[in-house]
Every structure is written in C-alpha cells, then in structure tokens.
C-alpha cells in the first residue's frame, strides 16, 4: 500500500551503503510505490529522489577516481567495473521507471518555479529515446571506455634510462633543444602506434554498439541519438557544421599567421610538429611550479584575487584531501573534476609534471571545482547536472579571468607577457582541434560500416582542413592518421568536444568584459554559474553577460579579439 511522506523527512540515513543492487533496490521500490496525491508531495518526492541520486552518484565517483588515480590496481578495477556493469545498468531501468511515473502526475507540468521547467524538458527527452535493449549496450561501453583508459595510462617510453609517462614526455616538447624535441615526438607517436591495432579495436566495437543503440531508439544514426541524449536542445548538427565552417574560414588563417611568425623565429626552414610547444624566441621553458603542493598554492593564490570565495573553495578542497595532481606511473591521462553531489566539495585529479599548461589545466579544474560549489545549495542533483556548454563555460572563463593576476605565478614581467601570450595562442590554437575532433566524429557516426583505412583517411582530410598548410607532416602520415587516438573523449564521451569550442567562445567574451569592468565581470560570471542547469543554455550565457551563437560574425568578432590582444603583447619589450 503506498503511503505519503511528511515533507521534510530524511529520506537516506547517515552512513548508507548503496555498493550492491539489493541494497539499492528497496530505496527504489519506496519511491516508486509512494502516493503523490498533490504539488508539495510531489516536491518531496523528487527531493528523496534526488537524495538517492546524489548517493548513488558519489558511490559511483569514488570508485572511478580510485581506479584512475591506479590503473594498475586490479580491485579498484574490479570494484568500479562491477559499478558499471551491475549497478549503473540497474539504476538506469529504475530512472526510466521513476521517469515514467513522474511523467504520468497529471500536475508535475504545474512545477514552474527553479529549474522544473528545463529538467521536466530533459526527462520527457529521455524517455522518449530510453530502450530496455540499451541497458547491457551502455554497460558494455562503459567496459570498452575504461579499457581505453588502461591501455593509454600503461603508455610509457624509455628515456635518458627511465620509464617516463606521456605526460612528462610531452613536456620534453617545450625544449629548445631541436633534436631532442623531434626524438621525443617520435618516441611518444611510435609508442601510440605500438597499440594502434588495440586502439582500433576498441574503436570498432564501441562504433558498432553505439550504432545499435541508435537503431534500437529509432534513429538513422550514432550522432543523432546522441544529440538527443545529451540534451541538446539549443543547437543542432546543422550549427556544429557552421562552427566548422566558420573555424575553417576565420580562425584556421589566423592559426597560419601565428605560425609562419614561429618558423620566422625558429629560423627554421619547415616547421614540423615537435616545433609548436617550444618557446619562439629560444627562452627556457616556463616551469611556473615543481611540486603539487606549489600548483596548489600559486592557484589558490590567483584565485584569491579573482574572487576570495574561489580561493577558499580550494582551501576546503585541501582540507579534506581532494586533490591528486602530480603525474605518475600507471595514473590515467588527462585531468578532471569529478562533482561529488551529496557532500559537496568535488575531487580534482590531473597529471601535473611542472609545466605553464599544468597550471592553466588546474586553473581550468578549479573553474569546475568552483561550479560544484556554487551549485551546492541547488535543491535537487538534476539541477546541479548542468550540460558541458555550461560547464566548461565555468572552466575555460576561469583561466582567461585569472589571467589578469598571473604574475603570482610568474613575477618576472618577460615570463607573464609569454604566459598571457601562450594562453591567448592556446585559445586560438584550440579552436580548429575541437573543430576537427567533432568533424570527425560527424563523419564517424554518420557512415557507420567504414572500415578502418576509410576512417583513417577521413581524420587526415579533416586534420588537413583545420590543422592549415604550414606545418609540414611530411613523412609522419602514419602518425598523423591514428592521431585521434590520443583524444579520449572520442572514445569515452563521444560529441562530448564541441562544448569545448562554444565555451570558448563564451570564455573570450567573458574576458573582454573583464578587460572593461573586471570585477562586474566576475559577478556576473559567478552569478551564472549559481544557475547550474535550471535555465536555458542561452538564458545562462546571457546571465554571464555573453552570446550563445556559433555563427561566423560571433567567431569572426571573438576570435579578432583575442588577435588583437596577441599583437600588442607582442609589440611590448
């Protein structure tokens, strides 16, 4: 018999254990067999749900970041498959149950304050593409994603008599040393290629099973269902393309300019692709911090300046030992914040080896940290669960905003004028990669039964069109086609890459309001972010005080900007 619940009433005890399905499934059947016979019981009803979502969340985040922080470990291996392929295929069945209750409340459609309107949009999504036949495709995925991770993270290469991480070989990249950065670049893409065929592999199998799923939901393609899933409801295929056209059209020759300025300065007579990391001008690499702990400290440092909230949410963060920053062996790649709904402060991992880009990726990390936080008070984890557009929103205006107060990590003003100058190239540079990934994930996914030398020469035609004529491949063709292989997104998250290029954009205009009234900027950017996702994309964008447009005149007005800037920092000795 169902019974009402008095509104206020904890729904999980302190201490719950939700590590097997048993245990889960009673805290389900309670929800779903509970009466909801008007608006405040309604609310509660989401609110208890909500609660076991965040639980269940956090369950499932631990178990993640145990496994990456050691791929090695065969437990936390072990612990987090069993997650994926026992627990998360369970509560994906109970959501779409839950969902369908939810939908069937004659006056859920009368939830209009917060952020009802656009999760009630989400959910009724979902359950138009959910399918039963799905659950154990999504699983296996989840499996195919995790191995990826394992077989990049074991990536390491002999040098100077040492096994060193791809990390830390990558920052071998930023030497002057001509011929050590090409014997570096050639070891780090022999190394990829040695697993090339497992890479494939792994490739072909999640291809075919996100194929099936779309087909199962009733769509023509991969990229289509995946719009759908992840809800994007502001932009469509149709802009995607746009922004690659207009990426190809504006920022690509703006990439060119900045190039050949390079090979000027190198005094090179081709530039190849062990020369784009190395300082121009023949200066030492900029090494901003040796250790973890003095990443932490120079970011909280920055971030106290931009807004001492920002720096109190790291100190927090420390306190309660949140943070795995220094690269290591059999560490997974990359670098995330992983939100932890329930409790609050998130988890920040990366593989910091001493580097400017380690400083900037914490710098980017702690933007997302900072969005955990601020979205902590949001009374339902729905509302927390913001789309990556506006996620990495929070993270890439986070490193053009504090750029203003770099000089606490660089007090030389030679070094800040480089490192302001670096980030800006790096924003500019990064536009046509993110163009090219999603590129070729469109034409992944919407010619499903290529085989692999069709997709290989699909990716260099694209890499071609966004990677411009002055960098010479000549002689790399093998390493330029499987260069792909390195971006895990498009094995593990796949569309999710785009959002990096409309943030962008979003993160550029952020940073020409800073240059005009930088603390009303901040507010605002700080107020959008308390939003999460209880607003539209362009409803959010706009609290921000920016544009959400991916249209050529957007582009062509940013990225002139950003140009404009490089070359007065470059006319200052």
């Known amino acids: 018999m169902s019974e009402v619940v008095p509104a206020g009433q904890a729904f999980l005890p302190d201490g719950v254990v939700l590590d097997t399905t048993e245990r889960i499934e009673p805290h389900y ?4 067999d509970r009466a909801l016979p008007d608006g405040p019981a309604l609310e509660q009803w989401l609110l208890d749900w909500s609660d076991l979502d965040a639980a269940l969340s956090e369950e499932g985040a631990w178990r993640y970041i145990r496994m990456t922080q050691d791929t090695r470990d065969n437990q936390a291996g072990e612990r987090y498959e069993r997650f994926t392929l026992e627990v998360q295929p369970f509560v994906e069945t109970w959501t779409d149950r839950l969902n369908r209750k939810l939908a069937a409340v004659p006056f859920a459609g009368e939830l209009r304050e917060g952020g009802y ?34 077989v990049i993270a074991a990536m390491t290469i002999p040098w100077e008599g040492e096994e060193i991480t791809l990390p830390k070989a990558a920052a071998l990249l930023e030497e002057n040393d001509r ?9 780090i893409a022999a190394r990829r290629l040695h697993d090339r065929d497992r890479m494939d592999d792994l490739f072909d199998a999640m291809v075919r099973d996100r194929h099936h799923m779309a087909v199962n939901a009733g769509f023509a393609n991969y990229r289509d269902y995946a719009y759908a ?50 300082d121009s001008a023949g200066l030492s690499p900029l090494r901003p911090f040796r250790t973890g702990e003095q990443l932490l400290a120079t970011a909280t440092a920055i971030f106290e300046k931009v807004h001492p909230s920002f720096a109190a949410h790291l100190r927090t963060m420390r306190e309660k030992a949140l943070l795995d920053l220094e690269s290591r062996e059999g560490k997974a790649p990359g670098g995330y914040n992983y939100p932890l709904y329930r409790s609050g402060a998130p988890f920040i991992f990366m593989n910091a080896v001493g580097t400017a ?6 710098l980017h990390e702690g933007g997302h940290a900072v969005h955990s936080f601020r979205t902590h008070p949001l009374p339902l984890t729905a509302f927390k669960q913001f789309p990556s557009e506006v996620a990495e929103l929070a993270s890439m205006g986070m490193e053009l905003l504090s750029m203003r107060h770099w000089d606490l990590a660089y007090p030389d003003p030679v070094d800040l004028r480089r490192a302001q100058r670096d980030q800006l190239e790096r924003v500019i540079g990064v536009l046509p990669w993110v163009a090219a990934v999603d590129a070729f994930q ?12 069709q997709r290989a020469e699909a990716w260099t035609r694209i890499h071609q069109r966004f990677s411009g004529r002055v960098v010479d491949w000549s002689g790399l063709e093998e390493e330029r086609a499987s260069l792909w ?5 498009i094995f593990e998250v796949p569309f999710y890459y785009i959002e990096y290029g409309i943030a962008q954009l979003g993160a550029i205009g952020l940073w020409a309001q800073a240059e005009r009234e930088p603390e009303a900027a901040v507010v605002r950017y700080a107020e959008a972010l308390s939003l999460g996702y209880t607003r539209t994309l362009p409803e959010i964008y706009a609290a921000a005080g920016v544009r ?9 007005h940013l990225a002139g900007a950003v140009a404009d800037e490089l070359r007065r920092l470059r006319a200052v000795h």
Request: charged content about 30%.
């Open 357 to 362: 880009d380690d400083l900037v990726t914490m």
């Open 548 to 556: 959400f447009d991916l249209g050529k005149a957007a582009v062509t």
């Open 117 to 150: 309107p656009v999760m009630l949009r989400g959910i009724r999504e979902q359950l138009r593409i959910f399918r039963e036949e799905n659950v154990p495709l999504q699983a296996g995925l989840r499996k195919l994603a995790q191995d990826y991770s394992t």
């Open 485 to 489: 292989h390195k971006q895990l997104h």
């Open 229 to 278: 899933a992840l809800g994007r409801f502001d932009h469509s295929p149709e802009d995607a393309e746009a922004f690659h056209t207009s990426v190809a059209e504006v920022v690509v020759p703006l990439v060119e300019e900045l190039e050949r300025e390079r090979q000027q300065q190198l005094g090179v007579d081709r530039l190849r692709p062990w020369d784009l990391a190395v």
């Open 179 to 187: 011929t050590l950065r090409e014997r570096a670049f050639r070891a």
């Open 442 to 453: 469109h034409w992944v996914y919407t010619h499903p039964d290529h085989d692999r030398a």
């Open 29 to 32: 059947q309670t929800l779903y």
